[in-house]
Nanobody, 118 residues
Framework: QVQLVESGGGLVQPGGSLRLSCAAS????????MSWVRQAPGKGLEWVSD????????SYADSVKGRFTISRDNANNTLYLQMNSLKPEDTAVYYC???????????WGQGAQVTVSS
């Protein structure tokens, strides 16, 4: 069965960096668009970034462009999100998600908490 397991969250000071990982299994990882989506406290889901075309293409929300980098390792079925220059407003639970077609996601990870605070 499909599994997505995030790791790498934590507490970091403003301006710091973190790298999230998402270990995938149960499907042909390289064939699917993979995404990062976040949910800040008391707010709805916010799309962060997509990685597609086997990992050769990426897109980003304006709020993270230039600070976050999405990447993948198809040999090890792992998706990454490198987050630099973190701001308090980046505080959220970050989820990796598998493309389900028609602008939807069909599987989600359990989430990784990222807290940016001094």
């Amino acid at each position: 069965q499909v599994q997505l397991v995030e790791s790498g969250g934590g507490l970091v000071q403003p301006g710091g960096s973190l790298r999230l990982s998402c270990a995938a299994s149960g499907f042909t990882f390289s064939s699917y668009t993979m995404s990062w989506v976040r949910q800040a406290p008391g707010k709805g889901l916010e799309w962060v970034s997509d990685n597609y075309n086997g990992g050769t293409s990426s897109s980003y929300a304006d709020s993270v462009k230039g600070r976050f980098t999405i990447s993948r390792d198809n040999a090890n079925n792992t998706l990454y999100l490198q987050m630099n220059s973190l701001k308090p407003e980046d505080t959220a639970v970050y989820y990796c998600a598998k493309d389900g077609g028609y602008y939807s996601y069909d599987y989600w990870g359990q989430g990784a908490q990222v807290t940016v605070s001094s």
